[in-house]
């Protein structure tokens, strides 16, 4: 689990510095981002009680996906130290337990979220266990997104030049055809992932 956190660590990295050299100094409100997220995540997960709403249970670890990009993000600042980071987590994650109403684990760690600025990573724990996503689903649903999102940066998504659609597909459509076929377990999983993508799109059409 540590090796693979790692790995996070240094593509979340990786992925703010291509947005933003100096991100570390920007002050960015990263907590902020988090509890928005959280309300999203709430409307997906359902709450009103004055009309019908159904559970969209795989919106809901998407968006706890996204919560661990900006949560990552909170833990690079406070370190230089990747390797304890890392330890950290590997803790933290195998202590979170949920209290059996989702609701009220998600508006905990909102309220963690507010009032420290930070990442509560337990309370993040709790709420993968109250939905079902595993470690492993987090680690292959987060490297594959930021996979994604490079290999779009890197072949024009900012001036406009890339397509979404392409082969009659769109890029997630191949994205998932493709982990399905690699090693979700190899040290080399991201570069593997973001090759296979690069050698289908330079094909494209062929």
Known sequence: MKEKILIMLDLQDAMNTKVNNDWVNQNFSWYRAIWVESAELLDHYGWKWWKKQTLDTEQVKLELVDIWHFGLSILLLGSDNRKKIASDIAEELSNGKPSGDFRFDLEAFTLSTLKTKGFDIKGFSALM?????????????????????????????????????????????HLVELIGDLDKNSKTFKDNLYNSLQVRYTQRGL
Not at 135 to 140: C, G, H, N, R, T
């Open 129 to 173: 266990s109250g939905i079902g996503l595993t470690f492993e689903d987090l680690y292959v649903s987060y490297i594959s997104k930021n996979v994604l999102n490079f290999f779009r940066q890197d072949n024009g998504y900012q001036d406009g030049s890339y397509k979404k659609v392409w082969s009659g597909k769109e890029d997630n459509e």
